[in-house]
């Protein structure tokens, strides 16, 4: 059993050719578009159709085309019906096809936006030369096969294949040279379903087939559609390398951008002046002409990129720019290193002034070490290496040249992580203060080391730092990192121990994974933390009240407090903090929409900036598709990271992206913090919405009457500002009810609303500080996502003999099976209750391998979900059988996981990276109302030491339509991907 059906993380690994020339997309925001179990039926209509002709292929998930792209090798791409897709593969589609390689397609496919939108035109609409129209709904009853169509599908292919919806998208061809494989017909007569135009049902353009209708699904249950799809696909890869017009391809999307930015204006008319709007629709109309013009002559590949950097411009002044919005950037150590001299230091700021940005959180304290010669003098932090030349101390520098040009500094400092893959001076200087886990490891899975959380002395150590910070140098805020745990795994050093069992009575060495004291032991480690971040706020409240408190987080929650023991959400609730910085560094626009829907729930106690990762991005157009959301969700600020991914601004950095669209668009107009002092807020907040009101009056949506009315509230607000904040509050909602009575234009009315909910919400956690003075702390409660059992299952041992004759793999029980004893009947995986199929496992082993047998009851053997496909194919999402085995438990992150279908499929991983294939052979049989499975396993591949106890576990999927039973031999209490809950197997 997975944990999702698409993989969590990526591995940098070498692609092996595999011989598939054939790549089936299997794109995750379609998934979550249809849902897991209609993407299902789609993609096994379209690997059950590649099997109909023994095509060979190779699934290509979201996270294989983010970082490697689309293989070389692949000369066929199968979209199926994949409709929603991200920018990025977008982009990787795009590459394939400029390649000149093939799709097939269909429906929907490419039509929409990640978020479920419909584009103008399929993304693939120019390479076939096709052009969206609508869905339909009507007598779209048989798919009339042309002369053209026969030559692909083959001659035997009936004139007419009856079509069971009835309905679907339906499209214009814009290419001259595009063939009709189908035509859609009313009957079996040949009566036309639509207009001629309209009429197509399959086509064949320059790069490759594409059907309206979703043949892909239809296909899991009729072969007459398998053969369409697999006829299609061998006639593709037939077919040489397509030369691509890019310059005519590029020209068609510009015209297309064009078109959506002239309504783009429209839209946005209301809340810009009359002088704009009409500048911008001169700059999108002298585009148009530009266009016009290139069409005409033979034009070069530089002045159609010339006229989309243009066309970028214009449509970045459509942007919303804020006059009250944080804008941060993560002034890492590189950056500050490789500038070398105070001067080009002065430039870097410079720089990031002129993008309007108003936060800088310079690096100060980094990896156990300091860049400032002060700091390093007074607290004990060692000062690094890469700053003993430098003269000047490049904090004072960065604070001078910063406030110069009315920016705020916030000194970034690492607090319990003192050391990133290699050694750091701070190690030696103090070794009875590192962290460590069970096995006394001091480097965690990421390669940190940390100090540990419960020694008073390293607690005080960077306390004190923080301190001498905040007092000594003229810093407007304070940016924490770091203040976690590395992992669950880490804390069990040897004060850490000592001090858990004096509180509490219990070693944290023997709690098991689900228990009771699992809970207490979460919580006082949570606890560490918290009152860490707690009595930083509190000591440096005491030496300057008005300094920013933040923290750097993690995206989720959930995640942070299972993990890393950061409990944001209780520091926010608490005011512990005044900002939090989550880092939502996130390549795909929709994991980014995720955990900021999870972050909005606190925004109403702290002031939340999303942190944005340059690193994780392609160009300036998805972060500013990334801001844009940001923006959309009403977070008051955004931060970027780091300096060091800005274009120019670190010259070792090989990947970097230009934000320069920044001063043109979202950050146009200069911007105060949203922090800021509040006599600050209030006004810029008048100066933004008498903007507002000036340019609804100039266009119409206000009269003047109204205007005078609502210069007049506005004059009574600033009288009421000198009452203070709760006044300010009041009349701002006062304000809203009387605009929905008094202004007449409805437009209008809802712009000035959305105004000052915009204001209300930055001044919430203002408010919300307030209301907290003089309460008592609110307690941290158990993780709602944490499973506890009262009554634990103890963990299964089995003992298991090595033999000198193995088995034949072949599916059939050799002699030396019977010797062996079955374990007992497998539980449930949630509840440990004695799974309804029986259920189990004999296993012995020889000098190298593991011979597992399965046997596994089936009253219903020729009902069984089978999921048929090549190695690695998710046979896990039908009847099979599972392998875990963790050779080494002080290696948490590195467990193997062999999946076998009932049929004999292979899907195998580390953890939940299945790039990785290992020597493993299996075979299944069936036999009377059972079924069984054979498996050897290499074990010398993954390092199993046969002198030592091993943690396995072996779990069954039993599939009945589209809902699954789990077993297990080992319970695990949910996902089998627990290698807490493993068993332990014994070589006798």
Same mark, same amino acid.
């Given at each position: 059993?997975?944990?999702?059906?698409?993989?969590?993380?990526?591995?940098?690994?070498?692609?092996?050719?595999?011989?598939?020339?054939? %790549?089936?997309?299997?794109?995750?925001?379609?998934?979550?578009?249809?849902?897991?179990?209609?993407?299902?039926?789609?993609?096994?209509?379209?690997?059950?159709?590649?099997?109909?002709?023994?095509? $060979?292929?190779?699934?290509?998930?979201?996270?294989?085309?983010?970082?490697?792209? &689309?293989?070389?090798?692949?000369?066929?791409?199968?979209?199926?019906?994949?409709?929603?897709?991200?920018?990025?593969?977008?982009?990787?589609?795009?590459?394939?096809?400029?390649?000149?390689?093939?799709?097939?397609?269909? *429906?929907?496919?490419?039509?929409?936006?990640?978020?479920?939108?419909?584009?103008?035109?399929?993304?693939? %609409?120019?390479?076939?030369?096709?052009?969206?129209?609508?869905?339909?709904?009507?007598?779209?009853?048989?798919?009339?096969?042309?002369?053209?169509?026969?030559?692909?599908?083959?001659?035997?292919?009936?004139?007419?294949?009856?079509?069971?919806?009835?309905?679907?998208?339906?499209?214009?061809?814009?290419?001259?040279?595009?063939?009709?494989?189908?035509? !859609?017909?009313?009957?079996?007569?040949?009566?036309?379903?639509?207009?001629?135009?309209?009429?197509?049902?399959?086509?064949?353009?320059?790069?490759?087939?594409?059907?309206?209708?979703?043949?892909?699904?239809?296909?899991?249950?009729?072969?007459?559609?398998?053969?369409?799809?697999?006829?299609?696909?061998?006639?593709?890869?037939?077919? @040489?390398?397509?030369?691509?017009?890019?310059?005519?391809?590029?020209?068609? /999307?510009? +015209?297309?951008?064009? #078109?959506?930015?002239?309504? $783009?204006?429209?839209?946005?008319?209301?809340?810009?002046?009359?002088?704009?709007?009409?500048?911008?629709?001169?700059?999108?109309?002298?585009?148009?002409?530009?266009?016009?013009?290139?069409?005409?002559?033979?034009?070069?590949?530089?002045?159609?990129?010339?006229?989309?950097?243009?066309?970028?411009?214009?449509?970045?002044?459509?942007?919303?720019?804020?006059?009250?919005?944080?804008?941060?950037?993560?002034?890492?150590?590189?950056?500050?290193?490789?500038?070398?001299?105070?001067?080009?230091?002065?430039? &870097?700021?410079?720089?990031?002034?002129?993008?309007?940005?108003?936060?800088?959180?310079?690096?100060?304290?980094?990896?156990?070490?300091?860049?400032?010669?002060?700091?390093?003098?007074?607290?004990?932090?060692?000062?690094?290496?890469?700053?003993?030349?430098?003269?000047?101390?490049?904090?004072?520098?960065?604070?001078?040249?910063?406030? #110069?040009?009315?920016?705020?500094?916030?000194? !970034?400092?690492?607090?319990?992580?003192?050391?990133?893959?290699?050694?750091? =001076?701070?190690?030696?200087?103090?070794?009875?203060?590192?962290?460590?886990?069970?096995?006394?490891?001091?480097?965690?899975?990421?390669?940190?080391?940390?100090?540990?959380?419960?020694?008073?002395?390293?607690?005080?150590?960077?306390?004190?730092?923080?301190?001498?910070?905040?007092?000594?140098?003229?810093?407007?805020?304070?940016?924490?990192?770091?203040?976690?745990?590395?992992?669950?795994?880490?804390?069990?050093?040897?004060?850490?121990?000592?001090?858990?069992?004096?509180?509490?009575?219990?070693?944290?060495?023997?709690?098991?994974?689900?228990?009771?004291?699992?809970?207490?032991?979460?919580?006082?480690?949570?606890?560490?933390?918290?009152?860490?971040?707690?009595?930083?706020?509190?000591?440096? /409240?005491?030496?300057?009240?008005?300094?920013?408190?933040?923290?750097?987080?993690?995206?989720?929650?959930?995640?942070?407090?299972?993990? *890393? #023991?950061?409990?944001?959400?209780?520091?926010?609730?608490?005011?512990?903090?005044?900002?939090?910085?989550?880092?939502?560094?996130?390549?795909?626009?929709?994991?980014?929409?995720?955990?900021?829907?999870?972050? #909005?729930?606190?925004?109403?106690?702290?002031?939340?900036?999303?942190?944005?990762?340059?690193?994780?991005?392609?160009?300036?157009?998805?972060?500013?598709?990334?801001?844009?959301?940001?923006?959309?969700?009403?977070?008051?600020?955004?931060?970027?990271?780091?300096?060091?991914? &800005?274009?120019?601004?670190?010259?070792?950095?090989?990947?970097?992206?230009?934000?320069?669209?920044?001063?043109?668009?979202?950050?146009?107009?200069?911007?105060?913090?949203?922090?800021?002092?509040?006599?600050?807020?209030? +006004?810029?907040?008048?100066?933004?919405?008498?903007?507002?009101?000036?340019?609804?009056?100039?266009?119409?949506?206000?009269?003047?009457? $109204?205007?005078?009315?609502?210069?007049?509230?506005?004059?009574?607000?600033?009288?009421?500002?000198?009452?203070?904040?709760?006044?300010?509050?009041?009349?701002?909602?006062?304000?809203?009810?009387?605009?929905?009575?008094?202004?007449?234009?409805?437009?209008?009315?809802?712009?000035?609303?959305?105004?000052?909910?915009?204001?209300?919400?930055?001044?919430? =956690?203002?408010?919300?500080?307030?209301?907290?003075?003089?309460?008592?702390? &609110?307690?941290?409660?158990?993780?709602?996502?944490?499973?506890?059992?009262?009554?634990?299952? =103890?963990?299964?041992?089995?003992?298991?003999?090595?033999?000198?004759?193995?088995?034949?793999?072949?599916?059939?029980?050799?002699?030396? !099976?019977?010797?062996?004893?079955?374990?007992?009947?497998?539980?449930?995986?949630?509840?440990?209750?004695?799974?309804?199929?029986?259920?189990?496992?004999?296993?012995?082993?020889?000098?190298?391998?593991?011979?597992?047998?399965?046997?596994?009851?089936? @009253?219903?053997?020729?009902?069984?979900?089978?999921?048929?496909?090549?190695?690695?194919?998710?046979?896990?999402?039908?009847?099979?059988?599972?392998?875990?085995?963790?050779?080494? +438990?002080?290696?948490?992150?590195?467990?193997?996981? *062999?999946?076998?279908?009932?049929?004999?499929?292979?899907?195998?991983?580390?953890?939940?990276?299945?790039?990785?294939?290992?020597?493993?052979?299996?075979?299944?049989?069936?036999?009377?109302?059972?079924?069984?499975?054979?498996?050897?396993?290499?074990?010398?591949?993954?390092?199993?030491?046969?002198?030592?106890?091993?943690?396995?576990?072996?779990?069954?999927?039993?599939?009945?339509?589209?809902?699954?039973?789990?077993?297990?031999?080992?319970?695990?209490?949910?996902?089998?991907?627990?290698?807490?809950?493993?068993?332990?197997?014994?070589?006798?």
């Amino acid at each position: 059993m997975k944990k999702g059906i698409m993989f969590l993380f990526f591995v940098l690994y070498l692609v092996i050719f595999l011989g598939a020339e054939v %790549g089936v997309l299997v794109s995750e925001a379609s998934e979550n578009f249809y849902g897991p179990s209609s993407y299902q039926t789609i993609l096994e209509g379209t690997l059950r159709s590649l099997e109909y002709r023994n095509i $060979e292929y190779e699934l290509l998930d979201t996270t294989i085309v983010n970082n490697i792209g &689309i293989p070389d090798y692949i000369k066929v791409l199968i979209l199926h019906d994949n409709a929603s897709l991200t920018e990025r593969e977008v982009s990787e589609i795009e590459a394939f096809l400029q390649r000149g390689g093939k799709i097939l397609g269909g *429906y929907e496919a490419t039509l929409r936006y990640s978020d479920g939108k419909i584009r103008s035109n399929y993304i693939v %609409g120019p390479y076939l030369g096709i052009q969206y129209s609508n869905w339909e709904r009507g007598e779209y009853n048989y798919m009339r096969i042309t002369e053209e169509g026969k030559k692909v599908f083959g001659e035997e292919m009936p004139d007419y294949i009856k079509m069971p919806r009835g309905f679907t998208f339906t499209f214009k061809t814009i290419d001259p040279e595009v063939k009709r494989l189908a035509e !859609w017909s009313k009957d079996s007569e040949g009566n036309p379903s639509t207009s001629y135009e309209d009429n197509c049902a399959v086509v064949l353009g320059k790069s490759g087939i594409f059907f309206s209708e979703n043949v892909f699904a239809l296909a899991l249950g009729d072969y007459i559609f398998q053969k369409l799809i697999a006829n299609a696909t061998r006639y593709l890869l037939d077919l @040489p390398p397509t030369p691509i017009d890019v310059i005519e391809i590029e020209l068609s /999307k510009v +015209e297309n951008n064009i #078109k959506e930015m002239k309504n $783009e204006i429209e839209r946005i008319q209301p809340h810009v002046t009359k002088e704009r709007y009409f500048s911008l629709l001169n700059s999108i109309n002298e585009l148009e002409k530009r266009l016009r013009d290139v069409k005409i002559k033979e034009s070069s590949m530089e002045e159609v990129s010339k006229l989309k950097e243009d066309l970028k411009i214009v449509r970045s002044y459509t942007f919303p720019s804020d006059k009250i919005e944080t804008r941060a950037v993560w002034l890492d150590y590189s950056a500050i290193a490789q500038a070398k001299t105070p001067q080009n230091l002065s430039k &870097i700021i410079n720089e990031l002034s002129d993008l309007n940005f108003n936060l800088l959180l310079p690096e100060i304290i980094y990896q156990g070490r300091t860049i400032s010669k002060t700091l390093s003098e007074t607290t004990g932090y060692p000062l690094s290496e890469l700053f003993e030349e430098w003269e000047e101390d490049p904090l004072q520098i960065i604070i001078s040249e910063a406030h #110069k040009r009315g920016m705020e500094v916030h000194p !970034w400092v690492w607090t319990f992580a003192i050391a990133h893959t290699s050694p750091s =001076p701070m190690m030696y200087l103090h070794p009875e203060w590192l962290e460590k886990d069970k096995f006394g490891n001091i480097y965690s899975e990421s390669q940190t080391v940390w100090l540990s959380h419960s020694n008073q002395e390293a607690r005080n150590f960077i306390k004190n730092a923080i301190l001498f910070l905040v007092n000594e140098f003229d810093v407007d805020g304070i940016h924490l990192d770091y203040l976690r745990y590395a992992s669950d795994y880490m804390g069990y050093d040897e004060c850490t121990i000592k001090k858990f069992f004096q509180e509490s009575g219990i070693d944290p060495l023997t709690i098991e994974k689900y228990s009771p004291e699992t809970v207490t032991w979460q919580l006082w480690r949570e606890n560490l933390v918290t009152s860490f971040v707690q009595e930083i706020y509190r000591e440096v /409240k005491k030496i300057k009240p008005k300094i920013i408190v933040s923290v750097a987080v993690g995206p989720s929650l959930s995640e942070s407090r299972l993990k *890393y #023991k950061q409990n944001w959400g209780n520091w926010a609730q608490n005011r512990y903090v005044d900002v939090l910085f989550p880092m939502d560094y996130k390549s795909s626009l929709e994991d980014l929409e995720i955990v900021l829907e999870g972050q #909005k729930n606190y925004s109403r106690y702290v002031h939340i900036y999303p942190g944005l990762a340059a690193f994780a991005l392609k160009n300036e157009d998805e972060m500013m598709r990334q801001i844009k959301v940001v923006k959309e969700k009403g977070f008051p600020g955004v931060a970027i990271f780091s300096t060091s991914y &800005i274009k120019n601004l670190n010259p070792t950095t090989t990947k970097t992206i230009d934000l320069s669209l920044l001063k043109t668009g979202y950050f146009r107009e200069d911007a105060i913090t949203a922090h800021a002092p509040t006599k600050g807020f209030f +006004e810029t907040f008048i100066e933004e919405i008498e903007d507002s009101i000036v340019i609804l009056q100039e266009n119409g949506f206000l009269t003047d009457e $109204e205007t005078k009315w609502l210069k007049e509230k506005i004059k009574n607000i600033l009288i009421w500002n000198k009452n203070g904040i709760v006044n300010f509050w009041q009349q701002l909602s006062a304000l809203k009810i009387q605009i929905a009575s008094n202004i007449t234009n409805y437009d209008a009315s809802i712009i000035l609303i959305e105004e000052i909910y915009k204001m209300m919400d930055i001044l919430r =956690p203002i408010l919300y500080a307030k209301e907290r003075e003089g309460k008592a702390p &609110i307690k941290a409660t158990k993780p709602p996502e944490m499973v506890v059992v009262e009554n634990l299952i =103890p963990l299964p041992k089995m003992q298991i003999q090595k033999v000198s004759t193995p088995p034949v793999i072949d599916g059939e029980i050799d002699n030396i !099976w019977e010797e062996i004893e079955w374990s007992n009947n497998f539980l449930t995986n949630d509840r440990g209750e004695p799974f309804p199929f029986e259920t189990k496992v004999k296993a012995f082993y020889d000098e190298n391998y593991l011979y597992v047998l399965f046997s596994c009851e089936e @009253p219903a053997l020729y009902e069984m979900k089978v999921i048929e496909g090549p190695r690695d194919t998710r046979v896990y999402l039908g009847d099979s059988v599972e392998v875990f085995i963790w050779p080494d +438990e002080s290696v948490p992150s590195k467990y193997y996981h *062999y999946v076998v279908s009932a049929n004999g499929t292979i899907y195998d991983e580390i953890m939940l990276d299945s790039r990785w294939n290992g020597h493993i052979k299996a075979a299944t049989n069936k036999l009377k109302e059972e079924w069984i499975a054979e498996l050897k396993i290499d074990l010398q591949e993954i390092g199993v030491d046969v002198s030592k106890i091993t943690r396995v576990n072996f779990t069954r999927n039993r599939w009945k339509g589209d809902a699954a039973l789990y077993g297990c031999w080992s319970c695990t209490y949910g996902s089998f991907h627990t290698p807490e809950r493993f068993g332990y197997l014994e070589f006798l």
